[in-house]
């Protein structure tokens, strides 16, 4: 798909460069061709010519501090990827004429590139000030606001949006989009009807003919006008007014491209409006093109009323009957039957599984063992199966079963057993490396596992467990090697592996080096991990206009709301508890070095830092700070670990609140730097969240002794024995 975002840095003159030539007419005539041109080369990212020609320009003593040329001199700048350097250029312009549009539109583009996108927009605000009919304009600050959550600013800059561009279907959209983000259906549903009444089908099919004609084009016309019809079908169930979604729905049906949507909306809206003889028809439809997904066998008993357990399973079976490749009316037929029904249902599957040597058939058993009377059935059928041709196969399942049951040197056997009777079964050799490692044998469980990836060594899952293994053993040269016979040829497999966002491995990597005691490289994963996720954040920034132009207003809707939970992926979770962690033992262990040295020695080395904080800025000063390089050298010899650490709690304090440890994480924290008040806080957010009792006194007795080592107002003391004593 092409990026729709590269386009916004290169504004045409109107909106970027220039402001227009009329702006530049002070400019003498050779000067303002040049300018001309420069802009001409910006918009065809010729950039170095452009450069050339600015300074031209700023060669003439009369034109040396001319506003525009700086202006654009920035964006050329910028396309270099000389960021600080083009901030540079456009603040110098803006100290010489702070109403210079282009200097002010120049210097938000700037400031958006380097992710300040508060700032970015005060920029934006202030050429509204100068021009406030500019439309480029207006569509940049609606993309920052909606990105950083500013809604009443994104309602008010889609309005005026919409003021300038009526026609438009982006404006319509959005407009409905930005009432919808604050919870005002009852306004977004008027916008979306509104749209609906001005396209009506004449107008759409002569629109749709016409761009056939002039753009070969239609089918993709008719593509968005199916996903505003979607996204009206949406806001209406949202709102409870199913009778006019239905509506909308089945008058719009052929017009839907995304069928899928369309029959299980249809279902949902039927089910809660009681008409269960058209949901049931709609259902069939639906199991009939997958069988294999459980919703729509649970909404096909609720639809059919079938209340008691004989009922439920006739009709299970007759759809297992129907369509014998599907194992979804035999997993849920489980799940619904008692003792007897149940014991005979599982021997049927776990024969019939048997006999295919399906080695993934327990595994659909699994949530079952829940259920200590279900798990206690399964491990009776087993033990009864009848089975002379693939014993191998049943002791396989059986080693299965006892691991479920957490009896993992009973199966450690079993599995053995299977090995011995056929040892080119990659999945035997799979099984014992997951039971050793559970038995905490690491060399073992690799070199099980090992075997299996010498049996099928073209197999990325079995070598991704490999690797896995190996670094829950520290064998990290090892884990990196096995990664590499995946990665792109030529390239480093750590760098392939970052650069495709391979999160599982980095995460492993990271504890490894905290077992090992490395804090530093522990710490240089960690925050590869945190760029990884706030690049996936990032990367939303180039999509918001995308989406509202192709009007994938429900899809977008769903990104938007469900950005917040990307961070609570358990890979971010573990990553964020991994460097707070290893910045407070950062923190203390410089605190430990910190009292051994003497005074002389701390003078010479804040010195020694002061220097080469200013070898660096000279470096850094005409350098794009894309992709950070991190030094496990550097991070071991930060002055405030602490600090450091502030982003990851932060974002662990908003998405992992209901997790103690994260309290205990925040409480140790403050603790250190003498916040005596929010280490109450964390404490107390710590309790309610059931944590440890034994950490919990630990942490406590820690308050009270740093508060008694230490000058602390009386009301911070009372206030805390107040909330302590009082258990």
Not at 53 to 59: A, D, E, V
Request: with cysteine; hydrophobic share 30%; net charge positive.
């Amino acid at each position: 798909m092409k990026n729709p975002g590269k386009s916004s840095k290169q504004p045409t003159s109107s909106g970027g460069g220039g402001g227009g030539a009329g702006v530049c007419q002070d400019l003498p005539s050779r000067e303002l061709t040049a300018y001309k041109r420069m802009l001409k080369c910006y918009e065809q990212k010729q950039f170095k010519q452009g450069l050339k020609l600015s300074k031209q320009i700023l060669s003439n003593p009369k034109c040396s501090e001319h506003a525009d040329t700086l202006a654009a001199r920035g964006l050329n700048l910028l396309g270099l990827g000389k960021v600080l350097e083009a901030e540079e250029s456009v603040r110098r312009g803006l100290k010489n004429n702070l109403r210079s549009f282009p200097c002010w539109n120049a210097l938000a583009l700037i400031l958006k590139d380097l992710r300040k996108f508060e700032e970015s927009i005060k920029c934006l605000r202030n050429c509204l000030k100068l021009q406030p009919d500019n439309f480029e304009v207006l569509r940049n600050l609606s993309v920052l606001t909606v990105h950083i959550g500013d809604l009443d600013c994104y309602r008010e800059t889609r309005f005026n949006i919409f003021q300038q561009k009526p026609t438009q279907r982006a404006s319509w959209g959005g407009l409905a989009l930005s009432y919808h983000l604050q919870g005002e259906l009852d306004m977004s549903l008027k916008i979306l009807e509104e749209y609906r009444k001005s396209q009506s089908n004449q107008t759409r099919d002569m629109v749709g003919q016409l761009m056939k004609s002039m753009f070969n084009k239609k089918t993709e016309y008719d593509y968005e006008h199916s996903e505003i019809l979607k996204y009206h079908i949406k806001v209406l169930m949202e709102t409870g007014a199913l009778q006019e979604a239905l509506n909308l729905l089945q008058s719009n049906r052929s017009i839907l491209k995304d069928k899928d949507f369309a029959d299980e909306s249809e279902a949902k809206l039927l089910a809660s409006l009681g008409r269960r003889s058209e949901t049931v028809a709609i259902l069939e439809t639906i199991i009939r093109h997958n069988p294999h997904r459980t919703d729509p066998y649970q909404q096909m008993i609720d639809a059919r009323e079938l209340n008691t357990e004989e009922e439920i399973l006739a009709y299970l079976k007759e759809m297992s009957d129907i369509y014998p490749h599907s194992d979804t009316p035999v997993i849920l037929s489980l799940k619904y039957a008692t003792e007897d029904n149940f014991r005979e249902l599982c021997q049927q599957y776990l024969k019939q599984k048997v006999q295919k040597r399906n080695p993934s058939a327990m595994r659909r058993l699994k949530p079952f063992y829940s259920c200590s009377l279900k798990g206690g059935l399964i491990g009776e059928v087993l033990d009864s199966l009848d089975i002379s041709v693939e014993t191998t196969w049943k002791l396989y399942y059986t080693s299965i079963h006892l691991k479920y049951i957490h009896s993992y040197r009973q199966a450690l056997e079993k599995i053995n057993e299977c090995v011995e009777k056929e040892p080119d079964e990659v999945d035997f050799y799979l099984l014992k490396g997951n039971l050793l490692k559970h038995l905490e044998h690491h060399e073992e469980a690799v070199e099980a596992v090992s075997t299996a990836f010498d049996l099928d060594p073209t197999d990325r899952c079995v070598g991704s467990k490999l690797a896995k293994y190996q670094l829950t053993a520290g064998r990290i040269g090892e884990s990196i090697k096995t990664m590499g016979k995946f990665t792109k040829p030529g390239e480093k497999p750590l760098d392939y592996l970052e650069e495709i966002q391979c999160t599982w491995f980095l995460l492993h990597l990271a504890q490894t080096y905290s077992r090992q005691g490395k804090l530093g490289d522990c710490l240089v994963y960690c925050h590869k991990l945190e760029d990884i996720y706030q690049s996936m954040d990032d990367d939303l920034l180039d999509f918001h206009q995308y989406s509202l132009t192709k009007l994938r207003l429900s899809a977008y809707y769903d990104v938007l709301v469900q950005r917040k939970n990307v961070r609570k992926h358990p890979h971010y979770i573990g990553a964020a508890f991994l460097a707070v962690e290893s910045y407070i033992k950062l923190f203390d262990s410089l605190k430990h070095e910190d009292k051994s040295r003497t005074t002389a020695e701390k003078k010479k080395s804040k010195e020694k830092e002061k220097e080469k904080e200013k070898k660096k800025g000279g470096k850094e000063k005409n350098s794009l700070p894309s992709k950070e390089k991190y030094s496990a050298e550097q991070i071991e010899k930060v002055s405030d670990p602490l600090n450091q650490c502030k982003n990851f709690l932060n974002h662990l304090q908003d998405i992992a609140k209901e997790n103690p440890r994260t309290h205990e994480l925040a409480a140790r924290v403050n603790l250190r730097r003498g916040r005596v008040l929010l280490t109450l806080r964390a404490l107390l957010k710590m309790k309610k969240s059931n944590g440890s009792e034994t950490v919990l006194v630990e942490l406590e007795d820690d308050l009270k002794r740093f508060i008694q080592n230490n000058q602390v107002d009386e009301r911070l003391k009372n206030i805390v024995d107040m909330h302590i004593d009082n258990k």
